[in-house]
């Protein structure tokens, strides 16, 4: 069941990263453009907003992917040290740290989108941009870390209990001891 949900969420991910790259594309073939018309004299003007934007919800709904790929930085000196037990023992609180952190992330965001709704702000540009339709889906990025870190977690969990240590390790180890074990 754990391997499942795991993998489920690899497939869900490997979409929501393609949907980014595309958005990237975009992004940065307007930027293009818009740099390409300015020496025309011209411009669409925005596109460093935008881009601004784009970046703040793809960083969101980008982390998720990364945590299951093994992506993101740790510090993993002692890891090397101990045996399968202990490395899965200190995967799995590396994993409870980063889920209750990016689940206050996640928390504090909220308020930031409360305000935003409530007040209906808008940027401080010249596009005057409704931040709520920024702050919606970065803040949904972040909801979808952090129920993926705990959903992640559980799973992981569920696998060191289980004693498969190898399968867990590949979850939420660390890569570059994976590669090197390779």
């Not at 980008?62 to 993101?72: D, F, K, Q, S, V």
Request: glycine content about 8%; hydrophobic content about 55%.
């Amino acid at each position: 069941m754990a391997q499942q949900t795991l993998s489920m969420l690899r497939r869900v991910n490997k979409i929501v990263a393609v949907l980014i790259g595309i958005l990237l594309l975009i992004c940065a073939g307007s930027v293009l453009l818009d740099i390409v018309l300015r020496k025309m004299g011209s411009s669409f003007g925005g596109t460093d907003e935008i881009t601004g934007y784009v970046m703040a919800i793809s960083t969101a709904w980008g982390m998720g992917y990364a945590m299951l790929e093994l992506a993101h930085v740790r510090i993993d000196f002692l890891r090397g040290q101990v045996n399968r037990v202990g490395r899965s023992l200190m995967d799995l609180v590396a994993m409870l740290v980063l889920s209750a952190t990016v689940n206050v992330i996640a928390i504090r965001c909220w308020s930031v989108l409360e305000t935003t709704l409530a007040n209906g702000s808008r940027a401080n540009t010249p596009l005057e941009t409704p931040l709520a339709l920024v702050q919606i889906p970065w803040f949904a990025g972040w909801i979808w870390f952090a129920t993926m870190a705990w959903v992640t977690f559980l799973a992981a969990l569920a696998l060191v209990y289980q004693g498969r240590f190898e399968q867990s390790e590949a979850a939420i180890g660390a890569f570059a001891e994976q590669d090197a074990a390779l």
